[in-house]
């Protein structure tokens, strides 16, 4: 092999930058910025900044445009006990993972002031007042103009943010996307009005969503003949055979076509995966989604007008290596920054998160 010309290797050197020195200088300019606040992105052992992805933990939502909140229940859930231990995982994973998205180039922590509100405070071990607790949370952060991402535990924490987020919008009854393996609208089950297997049924008897703005994508299983109230009220169910053989592209179109323009909560239960993909769940099924549709089905939702935002159902107790973790983490990051490109469009400029 020949050697390199001088003049090559010469223009190769001037390349050579120092590892926080890139020519893009927005990227300088905000790892100088959360540097300077004493926050780490690397896979140091100890994060001075411990909220999810590192964003700051704030009490105070003066000027927050998203609140992130963990919701550690697992009282209503109907299979594997672990979820609430959840976002206590998430929490963890999430440190190592951004600050830039890699499809869109955006930095989160730019575009929006964004902070870990904690987790839901919890007055009762009781299930029915713990929903009361989270409403109260997010109705507060819904009046407070912040848009929303829990993280479960169950899905019944679904209903106290929908719950919550309806009374701060006038009662008003929001559009739903739900990437799910169930629909979650059966009866009442061991005498929980609300529970896991009920949420949005009883999400829809309570006017917190819309059933005709409401669209179920992934569903199958052995439980499909519980959910006639999804057919009955006017939900669209999408299911995972339907999005293999149509394709993600189909999907988007016709959730657009179903939700429109007006204010929609997207909803997503890891169990919407294959358990090829997802294990760590409370209720896993064969034969769903794939990871990378999920996130596609995330990144195509980006001109709608999502105020909240969940994931839901991760059990680190059946995730010994952490696998599962890596990827559900992975696609709270997509929906965090679904919030972040939706409210940055909202606001019309930059209103970066202080540290």
């Known amino acids: 092999m020949p050697k390199l010309s ?43 900044q411990s909220g999810f ?24 859930a109907i299979g594997l006990a672990g979820g609430r231990h959840g976002p206590e995982a998430i929490r963890k994973w999430s440190h190592v993972m951004g ?17 870990d509100y904690g987790d839901v405070p919890w007055s009762a071990t009781d299930l029915q007042v713990r929903l009361e607790d989270i409403a109260t949370v997010f109705q507060t952060l819904g009046e407070a103009g912040c848009a929303t991402l829990n993280c479960g535990g169950e899905h019944t924490t679904a209903y106290g943010v929908l719950k919550g987020l309806s009374k701060a919008n006038n009662d008003e009854a929001f559009g739903l996307i739900h990437i799910d393996a169930h629909c979650d609208t059966m009866a009442s089950w061991g005498g929980d009005a609300v529970n896991d297997g009920s949420v949005f049924r009883q999400a829809v008897l309570q006017g917190f969503i819309d059933p005709e703005r409401t669209v179920q994508i992934g569903i199958r299983g052995r439980s499909n003949f519980l959910w006639d109230f999804s057919k009955e009220s006017g939900m669209t169910i999408i299911t995972a055979d339907e999005v293999f053989e149509k394709g993600v592209p189909y999907v988007l179109d016709k959730a657009k076509e179903i939700v429109g323009l007006d204010k929609t909560y997207f909803s997503f239960d890891v169990d919407g995966l294959c358990s090829t993909e997802m294990m760590a769940t409370t209720g896993p099924e064969p034969f769903g989604l794939t ?65």
């Open 291 to 355: 990871p990378r549709q999920v996130r596609d089905m995330i990144l195509g939702s980006y001109d709608l007008n999502i105020i909240g935002a969940d994931m839901v159902e991760f059990n680190p107790a059946r995730d010994p290596s952490g696998a599962f973790a890596n990827v559900a983490t992975g696609l709270y990051w997509e929906l965090l920054n679904l919030l972040t490109n939706v409210r940055r469009r909202q606001n019309g400029k930059d209103n970066p998160t202080q540290w």
């Open 53 to 76: 992805f590192q964003a700051p933990h704030k009490s105070d939502l003066t000027d927050v445009d998203i609140a992130i909140v963990g919701s550690p229940l697992d009282l209503g």
């Open 99 to 115: 600050p830039f998205h890699d499809d869109s180039g955006n930095i989160p922590f730019q575009q929006c002031h964004i902070a």
């Open 6 to 48: 001088p003049e090559k290797l010469a223009h190769y050197k001037t390349l050579d930058r120092p590892a926080f020195d890139f020519e893009d200088e927005s990227i300088n300019d905000f790892f100088a910025r959360s540097s300077a606040a004493g926050v780490r992105f690397d896979n140091a052992g100890f994060f001075p």
